[in-house]
């Protein structure tokens, strides 16, 4: 029985998708034809089918063993709405599933767990954030796992390990398959962070060695894909919180304790996603401090040269008077005298400025 909290089956719909349509979705209006395939948990052990109509998934679920459907591709609802009917998924739970993109989700609905993900990854270009929805059900006896994206088999790891699993698959056992699953797709994050991670180091040192325009723009996609990374994750750390108190009847001692551990692993994601946004904030500082000590050595070389000559142009500028009563005027060697007064003034100016440290490179070597 079905024992939602208020508001809890609402479509919550994003307003925009939290990253970039991936490229398998580029085909057909976006939205390519489903795939079907079922993984049998018989008596011998566990087992992959390929299905093709509503009538063979029925025959299966009539064998009274717990099935795994598993669906590649949202471009036929109606198709994929008659695939669910066989697995007596009710029919307000499919909005959640089937309309994308939807906000994260872990509800628990007495007998029914409802799972909603965003699988996140790069594109060829690492500033590129690409996303695919991933919905998850478990009912009692039944798993329901829905992809976006047509890209190979469905979680191939766990399929290869359940087909080479020899023995029976207990109902109670899907919820360590909704568990693996889950935490398969928050597992992708930490590659991603790092390789942040590894990109924003450079661009710090970049920033103090040579501060470019085009590092600060590298830096805000950085910090927009992190934002995007923690929308994914913020909602997770309470709903798991929240499925951990209700005691929820379709997962077992593992599974909680399994679930306990995912949301240890949502607050650690969190807390590195909010460090790499202060790495960020950091970047864009070191920048500023690095652009405006550059402005200050150019100010100051230019201080240094309006300083030397200066004095130079003064004295330039007496003799340059046409004054009839100037006795240096019909000196013999005045030229001479004034070229030699002009360049004793600017070395012992030069000399007093290297003194003083003025001619000290204040800014890190390139």
């Keep these: ?102 906000r994260p989700r872990v509800d628990g609905l007495g007998e029914a767990l409802l799972v909603v993900l965003h699988r996140l990854s790069f594109a060829h270009d690492p500033s590129h954030l690409i996303s695919s929805q991933l919905g998850l059900l478990l009912l009692p006896n039944r798993l329901v796992s829905i992809e976006e994206i047509p890209q190979g088999e469905a979680f191939p790891e766990l399929s290869r390990w359940l087909c080479a699993r020899a023995g029976a698959v207990e109902h109670r056992d899907l919820d360590d398959i909704l568990h693996f699953m889950i935490d398969d797709v928050l597992d992708e994050l930490y590659p991603m962070l790092e390789q942040i991670a590894n990109r924003l180091d450079d661009l710090e040192e ?41 005691s929820q009847e379709l997962l077992g001692t593992e599974a909680r304790a399994g679930f306990s551990e995912m949301g240890e692993l949502v607050e650690l994601l969190f807390e590195n996603c909010e460090l790499l946004r202060h790495q960020c904030d950091g970047i864009t500082q070191s920048y500023s401090a690095s652009v405006g000590n550059r402005m200050n050595q150019v100010m100051k070389t230019l201080t240094i040269l309006t300083s030397i000559f200066a004095p130079l142009t003064m004295i330039a500028g007496i003799y340059g008077m046409n004054f009839e009563n100037m006795p240096e005027l019909k000196w013999h060697y005045g030229y001479a005298y004034s070229l030699l007064l002009m360049l004793s003034v600017a070395a012992v100016q030069v000399w007093w400025l290297w003194r003083r440290g003025w001619f000290e490179d204040w800014t890190m070597p390139r």
Aim: hydrophobic letters at 40%; glycine letters at 4%.
């Design 1 to 102: 029985m079905l024992r939602p909290t208020p508001g809890a089956l609402t479509s919550h719909l994003l307003e925009d998708r939290p990253a970039n349509l991936p490229t398998q979705l580029y085909v057909s209006g976006g939205r390519p034809m489903p795939r079907f395939s079922a993984v049998v948990c018989e008596a011998e052990g566990p087992r992959l089918v390929a299905i093709d109509h509503p009538q063979e998934l029925a025959q299966l679920c009539d064998l009274g063993v717990p099935v795994w459907l598993r669906v590649i591709g949202m471009g036929y609802p109606q198709r994929i709405r008659e695939m669910l009917a066989v697995m007596d998924v009710p029919e307000m739970l499919l909005p959640p599933l089937l309309e994308t993109p939807q």
């Design 206 to 246: 970049a920033s103090l060695r040579n501060p470019k325009p085009k590092l600060l723009a590298r830096t805000f996609v950085h910090r927009s894909n992190l934002r995007r990374i923690r929308s994914q994750i913020w909602p997770l750390r309470h709903q798991i919180r929240i499925l951990l108190r209700q």
